[in-house]
């Protein structure tokens, strides 16, 4: 019998046949996603993000929006042109006709901040039923950094040296013993065993998890315009370039009008608007005559420089 009839495929066996046997379709194909479909694009030390389906294009959403806005429109505005303006006004139910479903693994630490995002659907695998792999995140020494000193939730300077083997050799040894421990009490060799459910609690945040993270592409791009943005923690920012590259592929048009209105720039408050036409006009504006705080001015000016 042939050795591989008689066992279950591994995920990329199961993928390497999907991607073999190509189906003819009616529903609408981006050329650009389908050569993202079923594989998996490494991130970090053991991660990856896998397109497992996509519904939708470009196309979708110049559909949908001329549903609702009527004829018309097609003759007096291209699908780009619609599409920009769609981004540029806040019009967001038309990017929702698009939707995408991911394969991803990544640290369960990463897993959390990532679950914030309440607007996807979620299927994660189950430590309950299975066991986990031995697998974990250990960053490279050019990301383990100090704690910022100006900013609570970020990071500073780069470890070096001694210290940064260190810490090195602590993330390594405890991640191991953790999981010593989860497998002596699982163990049924001559024991009953801790059941699963109990002895994942054991384990550290740093241990990899999958799950399937299905969304539709209005609140992707939102996804993404926090987690690719450069202040992002740099584990879950990895994971949003992935995606980006994909999606510039899947939709070029409406990545491309995502990138221009929301990841290149800039929110502006009302009092931020007023000091800027007060500038234009030759005031010197100042801190103490701009209505804002010191922190509102700072970021002001990080932007659009000072007097």
Not at 122 to 144: G, T
Not at 177 to 198: N, T
Not at 221 to 235: K, S, V
Not at 254 to 270: C, K, T
Request: aromatic share 10%; proline share 4%; net charge negative.
């Amino acid at each position: 019998m042939n050795d591989q009839a008689s066992r279950p495929m591994t995920p990329e066996e199961e993928i390497a046949e999907m991607r073999s046997q190509p189906r003819p379709t009616l529903r609408a194909v981006s050329e650009g996603m389908e050569k993202h479909l079923y594989t998996a694009q490494p991130v970090l030390d053991h991660g990856f993000v896998r397109v497992i389906d996509y519904m939708g294009d470009d196309a979708a959403i110049t559909q949908a929006a001329r549903v609702s806005y009527g004829k018309g429109t097609k003759s007096v505005q291209n699908d780009e042109g619609l599409i920009r303006y769609l981004m540029r006004h806040w019009h967001s139910t038309p990017f929702e006709m698009c939707e995408i479903k991911l394969h991803v693994k990544l640290p369960v630490f990463v897993a959390r901040q990532w679950i914030r995002h309440r607007t996807a659907n979620v299927n994660e695998y189950s430590a309950r039923y299975s066991i986990l792999d031995r697998e974990f995140y250990i960053p490279p020494a050019e990301h383990l950094a100090a704690q910022s000193v100006v900013n609570n939730q970020g990071r500073g300077d780069v470890l070096e040296g001694e210290e940064a083997a260190r810490v090195l050799e602590i993330l390594k040894r405890d991640s191991n013993q953790a999981y010593d421990s989860y497998e002596a009490m699982i163990s049924q060799d001559g024991q009953a065993g801790l059941a699963r459910e109990l002895a994942r609690m054991n384990l550290p945040t740093n241990i990899y998890t999958q799950w399937y993270w299905k969304v539709d592409l209005h609140n992707l791009f939102h996804f993404l315009r926090l987690r690719a943005d450069p202040h992002a923690q740099y584990e879950i920012r990895v994971y949003a370039d992935a995606i980006c590259e994909m999606v510039r592929d899947w939709v070029p048009f409406a990545y491309g009008a995502f990138e221009d209105y929301r990841m290149g720039a800039q929110q502006l408050s009302g009092k931020g608007v007023e000091c800027l036409k007060r500038r234009l006009a030759g005031e010197v504006v100042t801190q103490e005559n701009s209505g804002m705080s010191k922190g509102e001015w700072r970021e002001f000016e990080a932007v659009w420089g000072d007097a």
